[in-house]
C-alpha cells in the first residue's frame, strides 16, 4: 500500500473543549507522521471554499457558522497534515462517522459529537476521505512551505519582488 496525505482539522467544537491534546494522542495510534500543522483563524471565504461540495445543502450556512467559529465563541481551528500508509483510511477510521449518534462510540465523534437542535452534526473533527479530496483540501489550507514533505507540484511565483513557492 503507498503512503498518502490527508488533512485534519480540529474544529471549534474540539478546542474549545479542551480535546486537541486527546485526539493527537488518538491520532499518534496510527503511527503516521504529522508532517504539517496550523491554528487557523476560519473566514468565511475559507469555509465556503472547504465545504464547497455542500453548499446546495439546507444546511450549508450553519455549517459554515460552525466551522468559522460562530457557533462556540472560539474563532480556531487546528490543521493538520498526516502522512503515511493508508492514512485516509485510518484518520477516518479513528474520526468515526459523519453522524456522531451513529459513530462508533470509541471514536473521537462517536466520544466527543452531538446533534444539535438545528440538526447539524457537531462532530470534534474533520478528515478527507479521499486522496483527491486531500490534496484539494490540503492545499487549501497549507502553502508549500508550511509541509515538510514536498507532496505535490509547485512552481515559483513573484509577489512584490518576493519570489516563493506556490502550488501549481
Ligand atoms: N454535516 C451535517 N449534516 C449532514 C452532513 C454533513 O451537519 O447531513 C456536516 C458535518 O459537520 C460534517 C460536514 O458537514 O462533518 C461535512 O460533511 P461530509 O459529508 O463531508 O462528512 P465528513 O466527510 O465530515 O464525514
Ligand atoms: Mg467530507
Redesign the pocket.
Known sequence: MKNEATLVIIKPDGLKKSLTGNILSRLSETKLKIIGARVVKVDEELARKH?S??QD?P?FPE?VK?ITGQLHGENRVMALVYWGREAISKVRQIAGA?NPEEADPVSVRGAYGRILTS?????VI??S?SPDEAEREIKLWFEPDEIVYDLYRTEEKESGGIRKRAWK
Open positions: 465545504y461540495h455542500l445543502k444546511f455549517l460552525y459523519t440538526g447539524l452534526y457537531e462532530n474533520h478528515a476521505s
